[in-house]
Nanobody, 113 residues
Framework: QVQFVESGGGLVQPGESLRLSCAASGFTFSRYTMAWYRQPPGKERESIARITPSGSTIYADSVKGRFTISRDNAKNTLILQMNSLKLEDTAVYYC???????WGQGTQVTVSS
């Protein structure tokens, strides 16, 4: 059974940083492209960053230069380092593999002054 468990969210002020983690299980993690998504209040879920099995990355324009996606294949873990957070980064953050129609509970990130 494919499972994703996100953690690391919280309440921060603009300009601060957070590091999100996602523990994946139920599939061969190292073989799949992984991605981070977010769903702001009242909006649709959107893809913000993805990483291929070889480590190639792609980012949405809204987070490019501030967020970094990485993976630890030995630990089946996906990471999202978020720097210079903005008010508009407030959302529930999810990880998944685009291949699977499966979602965890997400982790709330709130950026507020």
């Amino acid at each position: 059974q494919v499972q994703f468990v996100e953690s690391g969210g919280g309440l921060v002020q603009p300009g601060e940083s957070l590091r999100l983690s996602c523990a994946a299980s139920g599939f061969t993690f190292s073989r799949y492209t992984m991605a981070w998504y977010r769903q702001p209040p009242g909006k649709e879920r959107e893809s913000i960053a993805r990483i291929t099995p070889s480590g190639s990355t792609i980012y949405a324009d809204s987070v490019k230069g501030r967020f970094t996606i990485s993976r630890d294949n030995a630990k089946n873990t996906l990471i999202l380092q978020m720097n210079s957070l903005k008010l508009e980064d407030t959302a529930v953050y999810y990880c998944s593999a685009p291949t699977f129609a499966s979602w965890g509970q997400g982790t709330q990130v709130t950026v507020s002054s």
